[in-house]
């Protein structure tokens, strides 16, 4: 596969690269938006150009590829006001204003949503980790279908959501992930569901979940932050909240997305899903921006949320059945005291020894037995 890149491998004053401008083909998407009640189109959304940190369009591949096909069977859904009137993003480092891909909307957030399953099943939201994509969990989505109605999604700031600038509309802080997240439920959820979320956004999530308990069924935690020293992130990780070098490396998709998938367990990714990994790095700076912005708000924050989470789920008032999925070959998140706390609160640990910190990954159709076996009676 060609691969004409627009990102810097070193640092540089930004300049316009030797790129060729393409026009963005445009897929027709529905949108669906809590603001008015109506469904309409976006019908450019884009598939194979971007602004990219050299803030110029370029051509990321050539024909047809499996990022295409990815983004075909999701929809964009409208949840979450833009709180900002500041007018159009600039790139935080020289602010120089970026192009249209790294623009927020003016009133509510796009996010990129992919679902499997009838309607009139019990719904299931697959969660993915960070950093990550709605895609991470390709293999889950179809072996549940045929029984549940599933939904994965992307967090702002990955995938084909929206990736605001900071302090454009959403600055990436805890807090404003679990008040987005509400948003994005309301656009799905009837009475119950169950709720499977990996890896670092699992306190975000249960900080929702411990405001929501009447409307959950079930609560499957894939490899949390549980312990306090999984409250510290990996360098791989906090190497992109570091000044200067943050930005820099956040811009290297590369390191936002290969290094960061395949150094924390034993997953060896094929170059075709390689490139739905790179592909938001590839097409708009935006992209590492919101990287960046979501790694100093995680170093910054997630002991506190790590701490309220293990308080909520060892209080008495958490009602919700609740099971924890363990990656044994987990590189970032030690095993050292999991055990332990699933015992004393009285959750179920079921253990996967092939998989590593991203299970959907290595192990996805292990994984989605498992949440057969856990959402299969009513609750």
């Known amino acids: 596969m060609a691969l004409q890149s627009n990102i810097f491998s070193t640092w540089s004053i930004p300049r316009t690269l030797p790129i060729s401008r393409i026009a963005s083909k445009g897929l027709q998407v529905r949108t669906?938006?809590?603001?008015?009640?109506?469904?309409?189109?976006?019908?450019?959304?884009?598939?194979?150009?971007?602004?990219?940190?050299?803030?110029?369009?370029?051509?990321?591949?050539?024909?047809?590829?499996?990022?295409?096909?990815?983004?075909?069977?999701?929809?964009?859904?409208?949840?979450?006001?833009?709180?900002?009137?500041?007018?159009?993003?600039?790139?935080?480092?020289?602010?120089?204003?970026?192009?249209?891909?790294?623009?927020?909307?003016?009133?509510?957030?796009?996010?990129?949503?992919?679902?499997?399953?009838?309607?009139?099943?019990?719904?299931?939201?697959?969660?993915?980790?960070?950093?990550?994509?709605?895609?991470?969990?390709?293999?889950?989505?179809?072996?549940?279908?045929e029984d549940y109605h599933v939904i994965a999604f992307d967090w702002l700031g990955f995938g084909f959501s929206d990736k605001p600038q900071p302090k454009y509309g959403f600055d990436y802080t805890l807090d404003e992930y679990v008040s987005a997240f509400e948003s994005l439920v309301e656009e799905f959820a009837g009475d119950k569901f169950s709720l499977v979320v990996q890896g670092y956004f699992a306190p975000i999530v249960v900080k929702y979940a411990s405001n929501h308990q009447e409307k959950l069924r079930d609560l499957i935690l894939v490899n949390p932050p549980l312990t306090e020293k999984h409250a510290k992130l990996p360098s791989t990780l906090s190497i992109f909240s570091n000044f200067l070098l943050g930005e820099i490396f956040s811009q290297d998709p590369l390191r936002a997305s290969d290094k960061?998938?395949?150094?924390?367990?034993p997953y060896m990714m094929k170059e075709e899903d390689a490139m739905v990994y790179r592909r938001p790095y590839l097409t708009s700076g935006s992209s590492g921006?919101?990287?960046?912005?979501?790694?100093?708000?995680?170093?910054?924050?997630?002991?506190?949320?790590?701490?309220?989470?293990?308080?909520?789920?060892?209080?008495?008032?958490?009602?919700?059945?609740?099971?924890?999925?363990?990656?044994?070959?987990?590189?970032?998140?030690?095993?050292?005291?999991?055990?332990?706390?699933c015992k004393i609160s009285n959750f179920k640990l079921v253990e996967l020894p092939m998989a590593g910190h991203h299970v959907q990954e290595d192990s996805g159709e292990e994984l989605a037995n498992i949440i057969s076996r856990v959402s299969s009676k009513e609750k």
Not at 60 to 77: A, L, V
Request: one cysteine or more.
């Open 289 to 341: 921006f919101a990287l960046n912005a979501i790694s100093r708000a995680m170093k910054k924050d997630l002991m506190t949320y790590v701490e309220a989470m293990k308080k909520t789920l060892n209080s008495e008032t958490w009602t919700i059945p609740t099971t924890i999925c363990w990656g044994m070959r987990d590189r970032w998140l030690s095993y050292d005291g999991v055990e332990d706390f």
């Open 32 to 145: 669906r938006s809590s603001m008015d009640g109506q469904e309409d189109y976006l019908i450019d959304a884009p598939v194979s150009a971007g602004d990219g940190f050299s803030f110029t369009g370029g051509k990321y591949s050539d024909g047809p590829s499996r990022s295409d096909e990815w983004f075909s069977q999701g929809k964009i859904i409208k949840a979450h006001p833009v709180y900002s009137n500041r007018g159009k993003a600039k790139d935080p480092i020289f602010g120089l204003k970026m192009g249209a891909e790294s623009q927020s909307p003016d009133d509510v957030f796009r996010w990129f949503c992919v679902e499997a399953g009838n309607a009139s099943n019990p719904l299931v939201f697959l969660i993915h980790g960070f950093p990550s994509q709605a895609y991470s969990f390709r293999r889950v989505l179809p072996l549940l279908s």
């Open 260 to 265: 960061a998938l395949t150094s924390c367990g």
